[in-house]
């Protein structure tokens, strides 16, 4: 009798404490803890969510339940009870290659279900950066394979969207507007400002779909994510850390990357650190011998003199290094404010201008120097989040930036002794109040304004190298400083008017205000003191998702997007190509596009995926190099060149067309499938191409992975773009591409082939290794100034703690 009550005694102990225990949800692959996985019974009775350490307290469910683990992200997972001792209350949850659920923010700057957007956007998770380990913020979009990236030298990258770039795309972090006065509409390098290392994920809206964001929103907006304070939901210091070291050969890259979260109750911060390196980039070997680097310029003797390149296949000189900093501070008194400040700071060495050290002239290279001074970008971002429903809002946010920007360039021709440095400052402040209010249950309003100032200073000088004397020469922009202001409005609305249809529509306006004086005319007698814009545009979206069963959605997004000049359109004098020089033009206006987008997802079993996207982009007043006459005159002297005078001027009309189509698959447990393909064709009324329209690219990858390993095997492919196909202005940079059978410039066609992988060694070290461009090809992508890498050997070791 007394051996059966103790076991009756031992099985009630066993059975409370098994109903009492905590469990831990983990991502299968990581270990890393999974956030708001639903954990319910089989008849919906009992339910929880796992809070940020991806714990669970079970004490409510009993030993006869069926447990269901769900999560949008997750592959479902149902368990008996009693089998949560069998796994030591650690479950482990496999990530879905396939997200039908996934949340956006970019659309409007509030989470959202993707299913809900008629918006084409993609999404680049933390995993897939880590993954591909890319060098730059550049290079992560890139290897996305659905933006193009043009680079005129290894510090650099410039994102190609749907025939626009430069300051026809905005750049946003953390939900502050990169974009400043001095955007130019050349290739734009800044976005490697931006730490690849930080980053929690990206979304790239595409075309001018969203009211949220205003001017240069014309190809789309690129919207980063960094990493967020994680605070602690009990008494004990929540305390991470991550570390990365990672090695290339083909630029002989060194990268370091360490930061730590502190997190209690109420307030935390993030630390970060990243410091890269690069030698000289060492292009492919086979094909297109036109592109090897077979001299240079360098001193001896004090006199500049061009030298063989022992390594005809190493660009010299092309390498750089980069610090990246990051600061982040929070403080949540209570669940209805959230303050979080951030700091950002990012600083490089000279980064040689690849392209114009192999421009020729008179047989002979051109420069002997020609490089970027120091990239400096500070930010100060301060946030405050308000979670508490009142009559105007549900859900409001406040952002205060401030941004302090250097650049300069810095070039001397061959065997001339005058170093010419052309320096800009921007301080860039904002303010943007954003809110978010739910009326009745299936609506939404999102509204908000913004304003923006810049203030622009730029110098320039012309230094003797063999003297040391300083003199004046031409700034870039107006020498009396300019100041560019913006100030919006907008308003948006969604409604889920049944299961199956979201309607959504929404307006903004914006007034732009630019002020531009010259001070000093003795290099250029223009004929006016000061360029006056006061301009505003009226821009709107709507879009309507049908999701007619589980399985197919439909989206339509009828949109209006606009681009003020600003003061690099309006007001900047320099060379654009050889022989030609840009000057001011002070009646430019904004430029208006009108566009229309039509896509369809379709699922197949909750592991296949194929989307397709076909858009027409109507544009009114497009901003274009034109030729120009500069007091009566088509040629002027600059910089000791007689030139022929090009503007930024409104050439009437153009048009762009193009789609994408894209396949993710979970073929089996183990092996995954992705393809994916973009066009893009665009001309003016003229039938001149336009000259960001990128190539036909794209991506097929098939892959391996297992609870601890993963590799992917993938091929990147380029179409060509024939002499026919070239814009004007890329004619002009002939040096810069291999000529066809008439001797005429074109781009080539190109694939290469690649392999990544990596492995977890244990829940704390990652090792990852993967070798590019295997087949070591040489090309130049479109519209590039430097050659890619040839066969490229990576690898890095992750630590997460």
């Known amino acids: 009798m007394m051996k059966k009550f103790v076991l009756i005694i031992l099985l009630l102990c066993s059975a409370y404490l098994l109903s009492s225990q905590t469990i831990k949800v983990v991502n299968k692959n990581n270990f890393k803890p999974i956030e708001n996985v639903a954990v319910f019974n089989l008849d919906h009775t009992k339910t929880i969510l796992s809070n940020t350490n991806g714990e669970a307290n079970l004490e409510n469910f009993n030993k006869n339940d069926t447990l269901i683990f769900q999560h949008t992200s997750y592959i479902e997972l149902i368990i008996p009870f009693e089998s949560i001792y069998k796994y030591n209350y650690l479950i482990k949850l496999t990530e879905k290659s396939v997200n039908l659920s996934e949340i956006v923010v970019s659309a409007s ?82 976005i490697i400002t931006l730490d690849p290392n930080i980053i929690e994920s990206a979304e790239v809206i595409f075309g001018p779909g969203t009211i949220i964001y205003g001017s240069d929103a014309l190809g789309g907006v690129m919207d980063f994510h960094t990493k967020n304070i994680k605070l602690s939901h009990n008494n004990k210091s929540k305390i991470l850390a991550n570390a990365l070291t990672r090695y290339s050969t083909a630029s002989n890259e060194k990268t370091g990357h360490f930061d730590i979260n502190f997190g209690r109750k109420k307030w935390g911060f993030l630390s970060s650190v990243s410091y890269s390196d690069f030698d000289d980039l060492r292009m492919g070997t086979i094909h297109n011998d036109e592109f090897e680097r077979k001299e240079y310029v360098t001193q001896i003797n004090g006199l500049d003199s061009i030298v063989k390149n022992s390594n005809v296949n190493i660009q010299k000189f092309s390498g750089y290094s980069q610090i990246n900093l990051m ?331 193009g789609g994408s189509v894209s396949c993710n698959s979970d073929i089996s447990n183990h092996f995954t499938f992705r393809t994916n393909l973009t066009y893009t064709h665009g001309v003016d009324e003229e039938d001149i191409p336009l000259r960001h329209v990128a190539p036909l690219f794209g991506s097929t990858a098939i892959g391996y992975k297992t609870e601890k390993f993963r590799v992917e095997l993938f091929a990147i492919y380029n179409g060509k773009i024939s002499y026919k196909n070239l814009s004007f202005s890329e004619r002009n940079k002939a040096y810069l591409y291999a000529k066809d059978a008439d001797g005429n410039p074109y781009s080539p066609s190109w694939w290469t082939m690649n392999i990544k992988a990596s492995v977890k060694l244990n829940p704390v070290i990652e090792l990852d290794a993967g070798i590019e461009n295997l087949l070591n090809y040489r090309y130049r992508p479109y519209s590039s100034g430097i050659c890619a890498p040839g066969r490229n050997f990576i690898i890095a070791i992750r630590g997460s703690f």
């Open 327 to 657: 600061q982040k501070i929070r403080y949540r008194p209570s669940e209805k404010i959230d303050f979080i400040y951030s700091f950002f700071y990012s600083n490089t060495s000279d980064i040689p201008r690849y392209d114009r050290l192999i421009q020729y002239s008179d047989g002979y290279l051109k420069y002997a120097k020609w490089y970027y001074g120091p990239q400096k970008w500070m930010m100060h971002d301060l946030k405050i989040f308000i979670n508490d429903t009142t009559k105007i809002f549900d859900n409001a946010q406040i952002t205060l930036a401030f941004q302090d920007v250097e650049e300069s360039r810095n070039d001397r021709k061959y065997r001339k002794s005058d170093l010419r440095i052309r320096t800009e400052k921007v301080n860039a402040y904002s303010v943007n109040f954003d809110f978010y209010k739910k009326i009745k249950k299936k609506s939404i309003l999102f509204y908000g304004v913004e304003a923006v100032y810049n203030k622009v200073n730029s110098t320039g000088v012309k230094k003797n190298i063999e003297t040391g004397e300083v003199s004046p020469t031409s700034s870039r922009y107006p020498d009396g400083g300019s100041t560019y202001t913006t100030f919006a409005g907008y308003i948006s609305f969604k409604s889920n008017i049944s299961e199956k249809i979201t309607f959504s529509t929404g307006l903004r306006y914006s007034y732009v205000i630019l002020h531009s004086k010259f001070i000093d005319k003795s290099f250029f007698d223009f004929p006016f003191n000061k360029i006056d814009i006061n301009t505003g545009a009226l821009n709107g979206s709507l879009g309507l998702v049908y999701r007619p069963s589980e399985t197919w959605q439909f989206n339509i997004n009828a949109s209006s997007g606009f681009r003020a000049p600003n003061l690099d359109d309006v007001a900047k004098v320099f060379d654009s190509e050889p022989g030609n020089v840009v000057v001011p033009n002070e009646n430019l206006k904004p430029e208006y596009a009108y566009n229309i987008d039509v896509g369809l997802i379709k699922n197949i079993s909750d592991k296949t995926e194929i989307k397709a996207t076909v858009f027409y982009t109507y544009l009114i007043d497009a901003m274009v190099r034109r030729d120009f006459l500069f007091n009566d005159s088509s040629y002027i002297w600059y910089d000791s060149v007689y030139s022929k005078v090009e503007a930024v001027v409104n050439t009437g009309k153009a048009y762009i067309y």
């Open 109 to 190: 700057k509030w989470e959202q279900n993707k299913n809900e957007v008629p918006n084409r956007i993609t999404t680049i998770s933390a995993k897939e950066i880590a993954f591909n380990n890319p060098q730059t913020s550049a290079d992560l979009l890139g290897n996305s394979n659905e933006v193009f990236i043009q680079k005129s030298q290894l510090g650099g990258g410039s994102p190609m969207i749907r025939g626009f770039a430069a300051n026809s795309i905005l750049l946003v972090v953390d939900g502050v507007r990169m974009n400043n006065a001095i955007y130019r509409s050349g290739n734009l390098q800044n």
